[in-house]
């Protein structure tokens, strides 16, 4: 059973970086891909964009200016990093799995509450 | 990107009831719609995929229908678990996209 954890800071300053990490344990991600996905009151889920164990990213144009995605070595850590970030990017962050040809994510981690305050 | 438009937002029913929300898209997208059920503080957990594929371990109460641009998620015989936000998503674009959700409350 794959498991997905995210950490990182609650607390990022206004034009500040946002940097998030995605544990995934349990299984291999091998046909799979990983997305991140945000959830704000003012916004609601967004799709941020997703990374294959290749390492090759898809990322949403809304975001695509200010957002890197990564993956380490052991394709077990991944990584999310959003620049210049401003009060509407608050928001609990998600890294979810989806199966490639498939659009759909299961599971979910817990998510992790980023807040952007000065 | 394609809108999807969840409806109604919010609605009030009894245990034993049988609900239908709505999920209309923006554009057709075929059969690319999931649903996800989400309670509070918990990640969205995924119910249907595929517009009418039940996910392995929901409950058959659940079922989902639909092609194009309507859909709709029936639950029926609902169960005190069942309250929560229900969200629809489309995979057919690359940009992928959610509804805002409809919350189902106890009546």
């Known amino acids: 059973q794959v498991l997905l954890q995210e950490s990182g800071p609650r607390l990022v300053k206004p034009s500040e970086t946002l940097s998030l990490s995605c544990s995934v344990s349990g299984a291999s991600l091998s046909g799979f891909y990983l997305s991140w996905i945000r959830q704000s009151a003012g916004k609601g889920l967004e799709w941020i964009g997703r990374?294959?164990?290749?390492?090759?990213?898809t990322y949403n144009p809304s975001f695509s200016s200010r957002v890197t995605m990564s993956i380490d070595t052991s394709k077990t850590q991944f990584s999310l990093r959003l620049k210049s970030v401003i009060d509407a990017d608050t928001a609990v962050y998600f890294c979810?799995?989806?199966?490639?040809?498939?659009?759909?994510?299961?599971?979910w981690g817990q998510g992790s509450l980023v807040i952007v305050s000065s | 990107d394609i809108q999807m438009t969840q409806s109604p937002s919010s609605l009030s029913a009894s245990v034993g009831d049988r609900v239908t929300f709505t999920c209309r898209a923006s554009q057709n997208i075929n059969t690319f719609l999931n649903w996800y059920q989400q309670k509070p503080g918990k990640a969205p957990k995924l119910l249907i995929e595929a517009a009418s594929s039940l996910q392995s371990g929901v409950p058959s109460r659940f079922s989902g229908s639909g092609s194009g641009t309507d859909f709709t998620l029936t639950i029926n015989s609902l169960q005190p678990e069942d309250f929560a936000t229900y969200y629809c998503?489309?995979?057919?674009?690359?940009?992928?996209?959610f509804g805002q959700g409809t919350r189902l409350d106890i009546k």
């Open positions: 979810a799995r989806g199966p490639m040809g498939a659009g759909w994510f299961d599971p």
């Open positions: 998503q489309q995979s057919h674009t690359t940009v992928i996209t």
């Open positions: 990374i294959y164990t290749s390492g090759t990213p």
